[in-house]
């Protein structure tokens, strides 16, 4: 599954060094300037998970292979993007392709770097992004609903679409995003085609200074509220730090680094597992000799839709799957003491895949 997060906000708010931090396979350019940033950089990234190295310890594979998410540096935005200002109209096409939206916001002060929407206002930032993603979705409606006004009037299925554009476009007037309307059904559908920027999941990171990366400051105080009233998560970090501890090699340098400023894992490690489960995924495992293999499926999938992630073939022919909870695989050791003590299941088609499952499926050719 080509996962795609699109790292967004303001210029100069830390955007490509938080990329730089995330993506071991391509660096953005990290510099003083708006607009450094002007085709985006994608940089596919590992998902930290500790279950993934226990398996691998326990089976002693030839190999391991974690599953991935990428990541793409969207070039800074700006107030009036919508129109066309800046480099607008192209950036915000590169938002419309991404599935989630990692929001960066400055929450330091420095006057070495430049701002020219005045003082720190990590609310005020939120906002100007929040508005012209909500403005390029209501010309996107409008547009839409005059296709479908005259077409409304004597076909019931247009009078739906009609409906649910109405729906959205007097939510957008309102200065709110389309995630809130939570559509399903024929509203979902009405306007699955738009691809509307304010309808993808979002996350903010509040980039504060360091000594605010275990405490958090008023600015990211501020940031926490004005999310948490939308149900979104902030992660606090400082994005300059977790550049410098993704380009270390040595594990014991990294731990020691990390211990200097009282960081049990790096920040970008949170970063990468909640953009993870903000996309409502969860990972279900393969373990044998060979590898040791995660595998990302949607929450709520069943065995057979879990199985074709592997291959089509398996989803087709899907007879059963073989199922150990991880903890009691940790517990056991191996699958075969799984099986010996009863742990190892046997799942039909309607079995829905929990997070953790090792599976090996049986299926027909």
Not at 153 to 177: T, W, Y
Request: contains cysteine; aromatic residues 8%; charged residues 30%.
């Amino acid at each position: 599954m080509a996962l795609k997060a699109g790292i967004v906000g303001l210029p100069n708010v830390g955007k490509s060094t938080l990329f730089n931090a995330v993506s071991n396979n391509a660096q953005a350019q990290a510099s003083n300037y708006r607009f450094c940033t002007i085709e985006p950089n994608v940089g596919q990234v590992e998902v930290p998970d500790e279950r993934i190295d226990k398996l691998a310890e326990l089976v002693n594979p030839e190999r391991v292979l974690p599953t991935t998410i990428e990541f793409v540096d969207i070039a800074g935005l700006v107030k009036g993007a919508s129109k066309g200002e800046g480099l607008g109209n192209k950036f915000l096409a590169n938002i419309r392709e991404v599935d989630a939206i990692v929001h960066v916001i400055r929450c330091f002060e420095d006057e070495n770097i430049l701002r020219e929407e005045g003082e720190i206002n990590p609310v005020g930032d939120k906002e100007i992004i929040d508005t012209e993603l909500q403005l390029k979705d209501l010309e996107s409606v409008e547009k839409k609903m005059q296709r479908f006004e005259k077409l409304a009037k004597n076909d019931p299925k247009a009078k739906i679409v009609f409906e649910a554009l109405k729906k959205c476009q007097e939510h957008l007037m309102e200065g709110k995003n389309i995630r809130e309307l939570a559509l399903e059904g024929d509203d979902a559908d009405a306007v699955a085609d738009l691809f509307l920027l304010t309808a993808k999941p979002v996350l903010y990171v509040a980039n504060v200074d360091e000594g605010a990366i275990l405490t958090g400051n008023k600015y990211s105080e501020a940031l926490v509220a004005s999310a948490k009233a939308e149900g979104a998560e902030v992660i606090v970090m400082n994005n300059t730090i977790e550049a410098q501890i993704s380009e270390m090699d040595d594990a014991e340098d990294k731990a020691m680094f990390l211990d200097e400023y009282g960081l049990k894992e790096p920040g970008l490690s949170r970063l990468i597992r909640a953009a993870y489960s903000l996309l409502n995924l969860i990972t279900y495992f393969t373990a044998g000799v060979q590898e040791v293999r995660a595998w990302t499926i949607e929450r709520g999938w069943k065995a057979p839709q879990a199985a074709g992630v592997i291959h089509t073939d398996f989803e087709k022919g899907f007879i059963k799957a073989e199922t150990i909870a991880y903890n009691d695989y940790v517990e056991y050791g191996s699958e075969t003491a799984c099986k010996e003590n009863g742990k190892l299941r046997i799942e039909g088609k309607e079995y829905v895949v929990q997070d953790g499952d090792v599976m090996h499926f049986r299926f027909n050719v």
